[in-house]
T-cell receptor, first 114, second 115 residues
Framework: AQTVTQSQPEMSVQDAETVTLSCTYDTSENNYYLFWYKQPPSRQMILVIRQEAYKQQNATENRFSVNFQKAAKSFSLKISDSQLGDTAMYFC???????????FGTGTRLAVRP | DSGVTQTPKHLITATGQRVTLRCSPRSGDLSVYWYQQSLDQGLQFLIQYYNGEERAKGNILERFSAQQFPDLHSELNLSSLELGDSALYFCASDVDGGGIPNEQFFGPGTRLTVL
């Protein structure tokens, strides 16, 4: 079974600064998909960024980018120019190539300080 | 707004009772997923339906069941409720439901409190 590990329960960053959230996973699959979801205080789950394992290029979405290291099974999220609205729980998630369920990590609570 | 609707938003009930959570997927989405978010277990996958048929099963208790109707809305039935069933229950939907992993769009969740 796949597992996803987020070793940082809480992180804090000054606004306008950069922060990196860590995620590692375990799988025997070669093709799979990785995601970062944001859960603000409203509890809504919002997709931040996705990465296909067969793509070597790291995904980017505006201020959000990932560092995908397939051999190391590592998938970190970098948030540049942090904003107060980035304050939320961030979940790393794994999906098999069959494309069904998401397996989530335990989350990292990010606080952006003014 | 993801386009996925869930009702009710909040539900408070007693141990031993039965409740039904409802989910309407985005227009055009064929697949519905149910997830449970609790303090003990984190976010975990319960069950998936695709076009009316069960497609995948996760850590869903035998006291829990689900179905997807011809109009593609889904219901999650929770029976013989226990204190530990208190959680936020999410429904998500996507177009293909497997094979081509599209983004799963999450509903706002139903907060279940069992007293």
């Amino acid at each position: 079974a796949q597992t996803v590990t987020q070793s940082q329960p809480e992180m804090s960053v000054q606004d306008a600064e950069t922060v990196t959230l860590s995620c590692t996973y375990d799988t025997s699959e070669n093709n799979y998909y990785l995601f970062w979801y944001k859960q603000p205080p409203s509890r809504q789950m919002i997709l931040v960024i996705r990465q296909e394992a067969y793509k070597q290029q790291n995904a980017t979405e505006n201020r959000f980018s990932v560092n995908f290291q397939k051999a190391a099974k590592s998938f970190s999220l970098k948030i540049s120019d942090s904003q107060l609205g980035d304050t939320a729980m961030y979940f790393c998630a794994f999906m098999e190539s069959s494309g069904d369920k998401l397996t989530f990590g335990t989350g990292t609570r990010l606080a952006v300080r003014p | 707004d993801s386009g996925v609707t869930q009702t009710p938003k909040h539900l408070i009930t007693a141990t031993g009772q039965r409740v039904t959570l409802r989910c309407s997927p985005r227009s055009g989405d064929l697949s519905v997923y149910w997830y449970q978010q609790s303090l003990d277990q984190g976010l975990q996958f319960l069950i998936q339906y695709y076009n009316g048929e069960e497609r995948a099963k996760g850590n869903i208790l035998e006291r829990f069941s689900a179905q997807q109707f011809p109009d593609l809305h889904s219901e999650l039935n929770l029976s013989s409720l226990e204190l530990g069933d208190s959680a936020l229950y999410f429904c998500a939907s996507d177009v293909d439901g497997g094979g081509i992993p599209n983004e799963q769009f999450f509903g706002p969740g139903t907060r279940l409190t069992v007293l």
